[in-house]
T-cell receptor
Framework: DAKTTQPTSMDCAEGRAANLPCNHS???????VYWYRQIHSQGPQYIIH???NNETNEMASLIITEDRKSSTLILPHATLRDTAVYYC?????????????FGKGTKLSVIP | EAGVVQSPRYKIIEKKQPVAFWCNPI?????LYWYLQNLGQGPELLIR????????DSQLPKDRFSAERLKGVDSTLKIQPAELGDSAVYLC??????????????FGPGTRLTVL
């Protein structure tokens, strides 16, 4: 599975957009980019995923570069409740798609 | 719809004692996972069940850890005897497997184990 690289930590002012980068330079053509987050004392929560097109849902937007070697998760208006560890994960399709390999993620602190 | 339920949320035991964790997945989810999360690390898969069958237990330390999912619904993870290094959060997750394609995994809140 492709490995991901994320910054260890980031700060964001409340109300501002939080842009969380992720590098996945060894991603394969049949691998998706997934984002999960883990709020303190809770289990990880699915946020969004994409293959090569940009995606948006009620929680966030995902921008994937054309070469698919990196992506950015965007929280458009960060709130204090968005303080969490954010995990970028490359996930296979088809056989083996059950596998989620978590790294250490990015600890996002939203500051009042 | 109820999410993944785990109990207990917290457990403190003395080393060498046994301990068990329980998980009830989302209704209809045929795949169940147990993860271990050490402090400051991401979750690591211990075992995966497809219905009642353990199909991937390669990361489960079988000398002291065991798991079961007898009726293909809820599951129990056991440690006997517990060691100091087992202190961690044990997470349960579930998902749907349709013909080898899996949807997103939904996680429970975890059980925080402290071994003294």
């Amino acid at each position: 599975d492709a490995k991901t690289t994320q910054p260890t930590s980031m700060d964001c002012a409340e109300g501002r957009a939080a842009n969380l980068p992720c590098n996945h330079s060894t991603i394969s053509g049949n691998e998706y980019v997934y984002w999960y987050r883990q709020i303190h004392s809770q289990g990880p929560q699915y946020i969004i995923h994409g293959l090569k097109n940009n995606e948006t849902n009620e929680m966030a937007s995902l921008i994937i570069t054309e070469d698919r070697k990196s992506s950015t998760l965007i929280l458009p208006h960060a709130t204090l409740r968005d303080t969490a560890v954010y995990y970028c994960i490359v996930r296979r399709t088809g056989a083996g798609s059950y596998q989620l390999t978590f790294g250490k993620g990015t600890k996002l602190s939203v500051i009042p | 719809e109820a999410g993944v339920v785990q109990s207990p949320r917290y457990k403190i035991i003395e080393k060498k004692q046994p301990v068990a964790f329980w998980c009830n997945p989302i209704s209809g989810h045929n795949t169940l996972y147990w993860y271990l999360q050490n402090l400051g690390q991401g979750p690591e898969l211990l075992i995966r069940y497809e219905n009642e069958e353990a199909v991937d237990d390669s990361q489960l330390p079988k000398d002291r850890f065991s798991a079961e999912r007898l009726k293909g619904v809820d599951s129990t993870l056991k440690i006997q005897p517990a060691e100091l290094g087992d202190s961690a959060v044990y997470l349960c997750a579930s998902s749907i497997n349709r013909g080898g394609t899996y949807n997103e995994q939904f996680f429970g809140p975890g059980t925080r184990l402290t071994v003294l």
